[in-house]
């Protein structure tokens, strides 16, 4: 089974495909957040028979953003079990592919020489990152407060990587998910510590750096992101390390 960590209590972190999905319980409840690739689909439900559940008691799901790598058992789970699927309201669209926000396979061609580029592309590929998916019928979530939603989380608006990407902050837990805004490594880059994603998965590159300015101002100190290991700092501390690195970005 996918080897599962509780982050905090009743926050789990699991791993897919070089990417991390979220399961938050309550009771007999659960929400999940992201979903890994469309080859992930076993992981997370093998993450969730882990803990002594079965899909079918995931109460809602949620979205950071619409790219492939988060969308694979968010899908699987919505078509097979009608569970739904809530995003930002301006991640609607992008999740229904009425339009894609995502880097393509010709985006990646002048960089095979780069660090770590052809590996991860030729596992990523084997985990469906070519396929096409959408979700079918996606709702918006309200801008403000928790959600009702097992784990009562809290949307962050941290529009960039997409237009419509969120993270979400659990402040009972002092935890943050903070999907692809801001992440700790990537199998494109050569460090390991909170950072941005390389500008070649971004959609909005000043838009990615302000949204970090959302996260500053949250109460957290565990920092579970879209790539990479979970991390105890404070959130700021955090960000502030990634603008550090982001440079002239």
Same mark, same amino acid.
């Given at each position: 089974?996918?080897?599962?960590? *509780?982050?905090?209590?009743? /926050?789990?972190?699991?791993?897919?495909?070089?990417?991390?999905? /979220?399961?938050?319980?309550?009771?007999?409840?659960?929400?999940?957040?992201?979903?890994?690739?469309?080859?992930?689909?076993?992981? =997370?439900?093998?993450?969730?028979?882990?803990?002594?559940?079965?899909?079918?008691?995931?109460?809602?799901?949620?979205?950071?953003?619409?790219?492939?790598?988060?969308?694979?058992?968010?899908?699987?789970?919505? *078509?097979?079990?009608?569970? +739904?699927?809530?995003?930002? %309201?301006?991640?609607?669209?992008?999740?229904?592919?009425?339009?894609?926000?995502?880097?393509?396979?010709?985006?990646?061609?002048?960089?095979?020489?780069?660090?770590?580029?052809?590996?991860?592309?030729?596992?990523?590929?084997?985990?469906?990152?070519?396929?096409?998916?959408?979700?079918?019928?996606?709702?918006?979530?309200?801008?403000?407060? +928790?959600?009702?939603?097992?784990?009562?989380?809290?949307? /962050?608006?941290?529009?960039?990587?997409?237009?419509?990407?969120?993270?979400?902050?659990?402040?009972?837990?002092?935890?943050?998910?903070?999907?692809?805004?801001? /992440?700790?490594?990537?199998?494109?880059? !050569? =460090?390991?510590? %909170?950072?941005?994603?390389? %500008?070649?998965?971004?959609?909005? !590159?000043?838009?990615?750096?302000?949204?970090?300015?959302?996260?500053?101002?949250?109460?957290?100190?565990?920092?579970?992101?879209?790539?990479? %290991?979970?991390?105890?700092?404070?959130?700021?501390?955090?960000?502030? *390390?990634?603008?550090?690195?982001?440079?002239?970005?």
């Amino acid at each position: 089974m996918t080897p599962v960590d *509780e982050v905090a209590p009743n /926050v789990f972190c699991a791993a897919g495909t070089d990417v991390n999905v /979220v399961i938050l319980r309550d009771g007999d409840a659960l929400t999940l957040i992201d979903g890994g690739y469309p080859g992930d689909v076993a992981a =997370v439900e093998g993450a969730i028979r882990s803990l002594g559940h079965r899909p079918e008691d995931v109460q809602g799901m949620l979205l950071t953003h619409a790219h492939i790598d988060h969308m694979g058992a968010i899908v699987s789970f919505h *078509e097979r079990y009608g569970i +739904p699927v809530f995003t930002d %309201p301006t991640e609607v669209a992008h999740a229904r592919r009425e339009h894609l926000e995502q880097a393509t396979a010709k985006d990646f061609l002048p960089m095979l020489h780069r660090h770590g580029v052809l590996p991860w592309l030729l596992r990523v590929a084997r985990a469906g990152a070519t396929r096409h998916l959408s979700v079918r019928e996606p709702h918006a979530f309200p801008s403000e407060g +928790p959600l009702d939603l097992p784990g009562a989380p809290v949307p /962050v608006a941290t529009h960039g990587h997409t237009s419509g990407h969120a993270a979400f902050h659990l402040p009972q837990h002092g935890v943050i998910v903070t999907g692809d805004a801001l /992440v700790t490594a990537h199998p494109l880059s !050569k =460090v390991r510590g %909170p950072q941005l994603l390389p %500008p070649v998965f971004d959609h909005g !590159k000043t838009d990615t750096l302000a949204a970090l300015d959302r996260l500053a101002t949250l109460d957290a100190r565990t920092l579970v992101p879209g790539h990479g %290991p979970v991390l105890s700092v404070p959130i700021s501390a955090a960000v502030d *390390e990634a603008r550090e690195r982001a440079g002239g970005r």
